[in-house]
Every structure is written in structure tokens, then in C-alpha cells.
């Protein structure tokens, strides 16, 4: 049953009903407290809890997903602090790691204690503690911290949310991680409830069910084969805030996968699974730094292909998506077009400080250096294509104006408050977190200052099937959306928002390129490989068939901070 945002199972509140036991009060939707989950795991629920999970299925499903990850870093000792009926910890056991469990319910800590018993013989370390002062109860350092089964959405403040991470990131030793999984609630707040019922929760005769959603409350219904039923109130983690909160508490890296696998469509998984690195890496390697789907867009950016491709068919300054007068018009004055018209919207002067994000060969810094006489830092990715934006400063007599930075837009190397303007040309589809890049322009960005942007995106209410070939074909498990770029900017305080469409544009551009390569596909045959060429027709087809078919949407963003 799919529930939508705001609603109970019938659409009324007053139909919802709680277990006696569980002590929700004379309206359940009002319990939105971090210590009240201590009422809600009462004995004849946690006595149930093993039949919601199912041992045998839970085993067989996940696989060696958790032990294959931990061992693959060296793990040896690790502490499971939500340790349940004890299915982690027992598991973990099994497979030599030196686990320590802990948990806050009581109830919980007696069953995973007999369960230890019971599965092999175990004597489980249990320890009774609230995550908010783990390490007043719990003593040393552990190569991994284990928050597993959906237990990090009982916190319901932010402050309770930052001390539990807090506390994690303490009890670590200097180079371990954190795991730590969590219901997709981004697909049941936007999209409704469904569920694959595969990984979690395979008990086949218990349903686990939201009776009520909405942005601060997460209400479930666990229903069992002798007609019981049992509620637990929990807080709706977005995917992007949680990805956040680890990297504000100091975790440098964060990975995350939808059901155990790292590529993953948005609204495809039932549960998503964090791993946070505590390790301060300073390296000359940017690649250990950078997340994989920003290590995937360099990789492609820095082959001989790729460089050669673009440089040749695009015309050498710019790359990305043209405005065009006609359709059959060249690429390279389409392109200078877009920078022109972006350009008009600001206030641009000599005193500007302009940061590109994702600046490509440089042609739009190269364009507002000449034009305005404002400074520019070019931020990219890719090495290969630096090099030659710095070589074609040399050449324009333009260096003292434009400095050449190498890195990643998830983690822009500035500091606060520091430039007047930020630009961006099609870049941040590369991003597999586009809502840390938004942090990162706003945290450069001066007050005051102006936001100017393009990025091929999915039309708003696109059939995201229809965009699976394209997401293919860059790595990515989603685009953003003309709605997802407003929401997320208005939840960063920013409210002068402007959105010009030029949709239309997106597969005359692609066309266009599509046009090129084949008309030119024995020219620069010597440099590019028929095996790049071919994929890249077929790339290029996918964008003209979505950009006809509605499903993709491209134009100018004018922000105002």
C-alpha cells in the first residue's frame, strides 16, 4: 500500500491506534521524542522482533555484504551499538571480529544475550548504553562502529543526532569507520511506501507498514500472525542530511549504497547503507579524497578519448550546452552564447572574484576576464583539461587573472565567504551529491553574493525509467530536477531564485554534436577510438530522445544569496 506524505492508512488521524504496552498517548503522532523509544520496545514485541527479522533470511539476503566490507579494511574489533536481538553481533562473532554489543532497550540486550547462547554458544559482551554518552559506559577504541538496522532514526532531535555521531566518531581509533544503514525514507516522502520486503525486514507472515508520514515523522505498524500490533515512532532521515551530518562530525569520506550494491537509482532501494571514514588522508592523490562518482567523472575527463574528442568537436573553449539560433548553427558560437547570456544576468566588474565550478577547458573564465576584468578561479576535476586551460591563459595573456585549481566540487578547497560570484556550466550531473555541492557553493560564497548556473536535468515528474540509458551511460544513480535545485537552495536559506527555460535547447545541442561527430568521424578517427566514438553516438542519441520526449530539462538558474 503506497502511503503519501501527511497521511495515516486512512487518510485520519484518529484512526490510528497504539499497543497499550507501548505508552504512545492519547495521540501517537505527538511522540516525537529521542527517549521514548525505550517505551516502544516493550518485552512482547522484542519477543516478536526475531520473527519480523527471520534469522535464515535476514543471513541469506545481506550476504557477506557487512563482513566482506569490514575485513577488506583490516577490521578487528567492532562495536555493534545497536545490537537488537543480537543478529550483528552474533554474526560478526562468528566470523572472528572482537565485538562488543550495546543497546539502549534493556529488553533488547536480554534477548541478544540468549540469542548468543542459543546461535553457537556465544557469550555476548552486552553493554546497556544511550548513544548520547557512549563513552561514559563504554571503554577503548574499536576499528569499526556498527548502527545498523534503521536504528539511527530513533533520535529526533539535532542536537541528539550530532552527539550520537559525536560519540561514534570518539570511540573510533584514528583510521576506523562507521556503518550505518537507514530506511530510503526520500522514496517514501516523496514517492510513498513500498517495499521489496527482501533485505530488512523477511519475515514472511509480519508486515512492517508506515501508518502516518510526514517530514518529522516516520509512524510504523508492525503487525504479526496472532493479530498483534506494534508501533515505532521514528524521525525521516532524507539520505543527503545524514550524508551531511557525517561530514560536519568530522568523518572525511562517505560512501553510501542502496541495498547493498554502489550504483542505485534514487528511489530504488528499500534501505540505504552509510560508510564514513574516520581517517584524515593528506596525500598529493586527490583520487583517495574524492567520492567514486567524482572519481568516475575525472577518469572519463582525463582519457586521451575524451580530451581529444571534446576539445576537437566542441572547438576547444567550452563544454556544455549551446543556445541556438538555428538548429543546424555551429557548435563553438551556440556555446559562447550561453556564457554571453549568463554573463548579462550579474553584476560584473572588475572587483569580482568569479569561482567556475566545473570550468572545463576555461572558455568562460577566459570570456569574463576579457569582458569584465574580474578575477577567476577555475575549479575542474580533471587534470588533462587544466593543463590546457592554463596553457591557453599563457597563450591570452590572461594568467594574472585566472588561477587553475585542481578538484572536486563535493569539497571545494576555499575558504568561507570568498567569492562574489559563482558560476557553473553543466557540471554538477557529475555529482553523485549534489546537495553537498549546493553546501559548498553557498559556504563560498560572500553575502550578498550571486549564483549563476546550468545543469542537464530531469524534466520535473519525468518518467525516470525513460532516463535510465542516460544514467547508465554517466555512472549515476540520479539527476537533478528544476524542483530538486529550488528545494535544496531554499533549505540553504536562499530565496531569489530564477529559473530560465531553454529546454528546447538541450537536444537541438546534442543533436548538434551527434550531427558532428558523424560528419566528422573519419577526421578524428586517428585520435579518438572507434570504440569511444560509437558509444559516445549512442550517448548522444539518448540525449536527443529524452531532451524530445520530455523527460529532461536544461536552462539558466540566477540565484541571489
Known sequence: MAEKPGTGVN???????????????????????????TDEYVKGFVDKWDDLIDWKKRYESEGRFFVDLLKSRGVKSVLDVATGTGFHSVRLIEEGFDTVSVDGSPEMLVKAFENGQNYGGHVLRVVHADWRWLNRDVHGEFDAVIC???SFTHLFSERDRRKALAEFYAVLKHDGILILDQRNYDAILDNGFSSKHTYYYCGDSVSAEPEYVDEGLARFRYSFPDKSQYHLNMYPLRKDYTRRLLREVGFQRVETYGDFQDTFAADE?????????????????????????????????????????????????????????????????????????????????????????GAGYGGAARYLAKTYGCRVACLNLSEVENTRNRQMNEQQGLSHLIDVVDGSFEDLPFEDNQFTVIWSQDAMLHSGDRVRVLQEIVRVLKPRGEIVFTDPMAADGADKSALRPILDRLHLESMGSPAFYRRELNRLGVDSIEFEDHTQQLSTHYGRVLQETERREAEIADNVSVEYITRMKLGLQHWVDGGQAGNLAWGIFYVRA
Open 11 to 37: 487518510g485520519v488521524n484518529g484512526d490510528i491506534q497504539a499497543h497499550p504496552e507501548q505508552e504512545f498517548g492519547a495521540d501517537p503522532l505527538l511522540v516525537r521524542d529521542t527517549d521514548h523509544y
Open 148 to 150: 545498523l538496522g534503521n
Open 269 to 357: 532501494p528499500d534501505f540505504l547503507v552509510h560508510v564514513a571514514e574516520k581517517n584524515y588522508i593528506k596525500t598529493t592523490d586527490d583520487r583517495l579524497n574524492y567520492s567514486t562518482a567524482v572519481n568516475v567523472a575525472r577518469d572519463y575527463y582525463n582519457s586521451q578519448d575524451a580530451d581529444n574528442f571534446y576539445f576537437t568537436i566542441w572547438g576547444g573553449e567550452d563544454i556544455h550546452v549551446g543556445l541556438y539560433n538555428t538548429p543546424d548553427e555551429d557548435i563553438a558560437p551556440a556555446s559562447v552564447r550561453t556564457v554571453e547570456r549568463m554573463a548579462s544576468k550579474l553584476q560584473l566588474s572588475k572587483d569580482s572574484y568569479v569561482l567556475d565550478v
